[in-house]
């Protein structure tokens, strides 16, 4: 009886194994997490340069994010900003093109359910929707676009490598059996 080998390490995940609810969570809680990590940084990181004072509310209170002044602005810019760690996240984790809707817009719900239990309210501000709509579209293409380029690009067949690293043709010196000692043509 044949044994089934194991996939590559670098394999992309297929079949049940790219739909297993515990991938699933884990991957949600993997990208929710850096979103905010990212989002704590970018805000204290701010906070200290422009002199205010810290505060949580900056990250998940939909208030904070204004139109009729600096800080205002400065915060929904954050957010803006934010999305680009969110796309490196998603490209990492995700891998595949697609279920970065699903991802995107699951990222984009979960902030909006937490904004909406911290300031005991939903966001009522067009800052604020506009600033996550812009986030989530994006989101959404910035990330598709890395994970098509991801899942596209040239692969290497047993030693077999694309030329210049990326190229199209194959270099000839290169190409060959294991049962012909490396080199056809010879």
């Known amino acids: 009886m ?3 080998r194991p996939p590559r390490p670098t394999a992309l995940p297929t079949g049940a194994n790219l739909y297993s609810p515990r991938r699933l969570a884990t991957q949600i809680l993997l990208i929710q997490s850096l979103y905010y990590l990212s989002s704590l940084i970018l805000t204290f990181f701010t906070s ?12 998940w209170d939909w208030r904070s994010v204004r139109g009729d002044n600096v800080l205002g602005w400065t915060v929904g810019m954050l957010w803006v900003l934010n999305g680009v760690i969110a796309v490196v996240a998603i490209t990492l ?4 093109s697609k279920l970065v809707l699903d991802f995107s817009l699951t990222l984009h719900f979960i902030h909006l359910l937490i904004t909406t239990f911290y300031s005991h309210s939903i966001p009522r501000s067009l800052e ?3 600033g996550i709509m812009i986030s989530a579209a994006g989101v959404t293409a910035a990330a598709t676009w890395t994970c098509r380029w991801r899942e596209l690009r040239p692969m290497s067949f047993q030693g077999i490598a694309p ?6 043709d194959i270099e000839m010196g290169r190409m060959g059996d294991e049962e012909e000692g490396g080199r056809r043509g010879s």
């Open 2 to 4: 044949a044994r089934k």
């Open 48 to 59: 200290t340069l422009s002199g205010h004072p810290f505060t949580l509310a900056w990250i």
């Open 163 to 168: 030329a210049g690293g990326g190229g199209g």
């Open 128 to 130: 604020w929707w506009a």
């Open 93 to 96: 984790f995700v891998t595949r």
